[in-house]
């Protein structure tokens, strides 16, 4: 995976002839999980129960004299369980009967970026629409079910890689000519597909059901970053 980001970011400093600056940007916001990745109510085999988590992004990008953008995210999304509601779709009785234990979702992209650098005239304004795509890396959730007096099982995934797309928009405000501060948002959707097993773990271990699955990923991540620009 290294060799891969390297690169992607040497291909910033080496693609186009014509570019009026290379802009570097760390960003840090929250990850909300969407559609069937966040569905509380389904069963959990089919992937949902994800809750809203946190997103890190290093994007670099090369400003051609066109204002078209060319560029490399390469990013990390972390999703928790929602502990209660899978609780709840056990044993709606009583919830509390069942004791869980997990390990979040986590999603990694590796991407290539092509956008669009508006400047609004007489302003330090910048607005960014970009589109985000290349190769999503994507660990399935880890969790433990316990029922009060009965066995406790063990769900495990494996790592699944998809194309991913996300397309975004940035909102940058230049503090001087180096430095600025953004608004980011952006929406990803993958297809991965990931090797479940699940097995009780109390007494004697026994495989129960092993299934490859498809999940539909999909999130939305917004939130704050700060850019340099050389």
């Keep these: 995976m290294r060799s891969i980001i390297l690169a992607m970011l040497m291909s910033i400093f080496v693609s186009g002839t014509h570019a009026q600056e290379l802009r570097f940007s760390l960003q840090l916001g929250a990850a909300i999980p969407q559609g069937d990745f966040a569905e509380n109510k389904s069963n959990p085999e089919d992937g949902g129960f994800a809750k809203t988590g946190f997103d890190m992004k290093f994007v670099a990008e090369r400003i051609l004299e066109n204002n078209f953008v060319t560029g490399v995210n390469v990013g ?22 069942v004791c869980t234990e997990t390990q979040a979702f986590q999603n990694i992209n590796l991407q290539f970026r092509g956008g669009y650098n508006w400047t609004i005239k007489e302003t330090n304004l910048h607005v960014i629409p970009f589109v985000d795509a290349g190769l999503g890396v994507f660990n399935s959730a880890y969790y433990s079910i316990k029922v009060s007096g009965g066995d406790t099982y063990l769900r495990t995934g494996s790592t699944g890689l998809g194309f991913l797309v996300s397309p975004g928009l940035d909102v940058m405000y230049m503090v001087n000519d180096f430095v600025g501060i953004k608004l980011y948002s952006n929406y990803q959707f993958a297809r991965y597909t990931v090797d479940e097993e699940f097995r009780v773990v109390s007494g004697t271990p026994d495989v129960i059901d092993q299934q490859t699955k498809k999940y539909n990923y999909s999130s939305i991540c917004l939130g704050l970053g700060a850019n340099v620009t050389l």
């Design 76 to 97: 990390f999304s972390m999703f928790g369980v929602d502990q209660n509601a899978l609780k709840e779709y056990i044993n709606p009785a009583n919830p509390d009967l």
